[in-house]
């Protein structure tokens, strides 16, 4: 698992300038959920980027969800995106 979160961090690094990122793993407090899947994971991904914060909020997720396009099919189920400069 935390190679995995390495490389979310490694993928949206090289395409995006970004000072800090930070991945919470929030899958446990979701295990009662109808579609629970213990092989797909709920994050919060909090990322300090001030080319992130330059951009409206929509296009800014858009672009961080392009980025995980791949992990969102097959290992993430829910994903909380939060932006600061």
Known sequence: MK??????KKK????I???NIEIIDNSSKHMH???Y???K?????KIQSMYLASLNSLSAQRLVMNILKEDLKKKI????ISIKP
Not at 12 to 15: A, G, I, Q, S
Not at 77 to 80: D, G, P
């Open 77 to 80: 189920h829910a994903l909380e």
């Open 33 to 35: 959920h109808k579609f």
């Open 37 to 39: 899947s213990p092989e």
């Open 17 to 19: 300038k970004i000072e």
């Open 3 to 8: 190679n995995y979160f390495l490389n979310i």
């Open 12 to 15: 949206l690094k090289e395409k």
């Open 41 to 45: 994971f709920h994050l919060q991904i």
